[in-house]
Structure formats: C-alpha cells, structure tokens
C-alpha cells in the first residue's frame, strides 16, 4: 500500500456551497497542476512553505466571514451601526473611527496586496522552477484580475451607500459582499490545491 500523500491534507477543500447567483469564470475550465514526482520525500521545513500559503488564506477566510457576517447583519436590519462598530473593534482589522465602508475597504487593500504579492513574485518564480505548472499560473493571475473587478464593485456599491443612504444601497453592498465570498473562497481552494505540492518542492522565491 503506497503511503500517504503528505500534502494532501494542506488545501482547503471548496465546499462548491455559493451565495450569489451570479458566476464571473468557469471553474470547469480551470487547468491543474501536472502531479509532483511519486513517492516523493518531504522534510517539515518543505511541508511548512504550503503550510504558510494555506495560514496566509485562512486569514483572510477569517477576516471575510467577519466581513459577511457584520453585513449580513446590517442588511437584515438585524444590527444596529452601534452595535456593528463595537463588534468590529474586536476584529484585527480594527478601525480608530469605524464605518462600514471604511472596514470592507481595508479589507479589499489586505486581498489587493496578497494578490499582488503573488502576481511581482511566488508566481512568477514558481513558473520558472516547474515549466509544467504555466496554465495554473496563467489561470491564478487572470482570477486575481477577476477579483479585483469585483472588489471595485464592492467599493462602488459602499461609496453609492453612503452618498444615498437607505435600504436599497445597503442590500447592494450585501449583493456584491456575496459575490465576493463565492469568488474569494473557490479561488483561495484552488490555488492551495495546485500550488502546495511546487511550493514544498521550490519555495516562495
């Protein structure tokens, strides 16, 4: 009997669970990632490189949660502004003087800059250290130019909130906010599932 991947347990499974209706790509036409050399050792510190990829994730899973749950609240009426700013002063992402919008934007700086993070750097050198492993990236940088469409539309939807308040506005952040999640969370799985494997073999850079 072979003996078990290692890196099998490291990505986060995609439940394929979504909230909004709307799709943005297909995820059926994503490429994968040409299996990594059979029965293959690896030493913790190899193992720790997904790892950390993986914790990198979670984070921002955490922080988007936060996020979906505090507007949720909001859009059902549900939580008062009152008692969303409280709630959110325990978050680590903390604001000195808290709004909602000012909170989803942060949040939509933290997701930027992890993407870019790996646009300038992990992807480009994983795609030079296994040549087999183009497509994925190829298909990884056109999701994050995805993603980044969808955070203008979140931050379109707050600054159109705050300039008419009301229940109409807060419901569309709460549309695009659903959006986000579903892209966000089948993103975030897919490249853990593709990338552990090279970056115990190769490293971030």
Same mark, same amino acid.
């Given at each position: 009997?072979? @003996? ?17 209706? !709307? ?9 994968? /990632? ?14 720790? =490189? ?22 949720? =609240? ?27 919008? @000012?909170?989803? =934007? ?42 980044? !469409? ?12 705050? /300039? !008419? ?10 549309? @695009? ?29």
């Amino acid at each position: 009997m072979p @003996a078990p991947d290692p890196l099998a347990s490291l990505p986060t499974p995609d439940d394929g669970a979504r909230r909004s209706r !709307e799709r943005v790509w297909d995820e059926s036409t994503r490429p994968t /990632a040409p299996p990594g050399p059979a029965d293959r050792p690896y030493a913790a510190h190899e193992l720790a =490189q997904g790892r950390h990829l993986v914790d990198v994730h979670d984070h921002l899973r955490g922080e988007l949660a936060q996020l979906h749950e505090v507007v949720g =609240q909001v859009v059902a009426g549900t939580v008062g502004v009152g008692e969303a700013r409280s709630h959110l002063a325990r978050t680590t992402l903390r604001q000195n003087t808290w709004t909602l919008g @000012a909170y989803c =934007q942060t949040y939509c700086r933290v997701v930027t800059a992890h993407h870019t993070l790996e646009d300038v750097s992990m992807l480009p050198h994983l795609r030079a250290a296994e040549p087999g492993l183009g497509p994925v990236v190829d298909r990884l940088e056109a999701e994050h130019l995805v993603i980044a !469409e969808v955070l203008e539309r979140v931050d379109r939807a707050l600054v159109a909130a705050v /300039a !008419e308040p009301g229940p109409e506005g807060v419901a569309a952040v709460g549309l @695009a906010v659903d959006l986000l999640s579903d892209v966000l969370l089948s993103h975030l799985s897919y490249e853990e599932h593709q990338l552990v494997g090279p970056l115990a073999r190769a490293g971030f850079s």
